[in-house]
C-alpha cells in the first residue's frame, strides 16, 4: 500500500502502518485544541491519505471533505472506511476552494510550501474557516530565496492571528516545524 508511505491510516479506532512523519502527536495537539467539539463540518486541504480527516471525522463526529490530487487519495480513503469523509481527488485551486464553502475546522498541514499561490490559498482559507490548522516550513529548513518564502509564510500566517499550537519533527528529523491556529470562534 504506497499511500501508506507518508501517513498511516486511521482504521477502526487504530493507527495502522507508518507514516514518514509522526501524525499521533500532532494529531492529538489538533484534538486538544478541540476538545468539547462535535459535528463541525471540515475541509483538510493536502489530506494526502486522509489520516487526519478521517480520525477527526469519527473521533469528533465531524462531516468532512479530503482535498487532494494525492493518486492513492480515493482508494486509501475506502480502506480506512469512513462514510463521513468525502473525497474531492483534485489539486486545490482558488475557484475549487471558493465552490466548497465555508467550513468550522480547516487543515493546512505541511502544504503551503508546495503551492505558489499560497497567500491566497491562506487567505481563502482563513476566511472560510472559524478555525483554521496551518503547518508550515519553518526558517531552519530553508536556505536562499526559500527562506524568505518561508518567512513570508510565518508572517502572514502571524499576521492572521496565528498562534503557535506545538511543533513536530521534519521527515529528517533535522528541524521542527510549527503548528499554528487561527481562530476565529
Sequence with gaps: MAYEDYQP????GKTVGRGMRSCEDRYQSIA???QGRKGFSLIDIGAHSGYFTVRLAEEFKAKAVALDGYPA???????????????V???ADPGLLQQLGDFDV???LSVLHHVDWWPQMLTLM????TTLFVECEWTAEA???????????????EGLGGKILSTSPTVD???MRPLYVIDKS
Excluded at 482508494?75 to 468525502?86: D, H, K
Aim: aromatic share 6%; glycine share 6%; with cysteine.
Design 9 to 12: 491510516l486511521w482504521i477502526n
Design 32 to 34: 486538544d485544541y478541540l
Design 73 to 87: 487519495l480515493v482508494e486509501a480513503l475506502a480502506a480506512q472506511g469512513s462514510r463521513r469523509v468525502r473525497a
Design 89 to 91: 481527488h483534485e489539486y
Design 106 to 108: 480547516g487543515l493546512c
Design 126 to 129: 482563513s476566511s472560510q474557516c
Design 143 to 157: 536556505t536562499g530565496p526559500r527562506a524568505q518564502r518561508v518567512r513570508n509564510t510565518i508572517a502572514t500566517v
Design 173 to 175: 528529523q533535522a528541524a
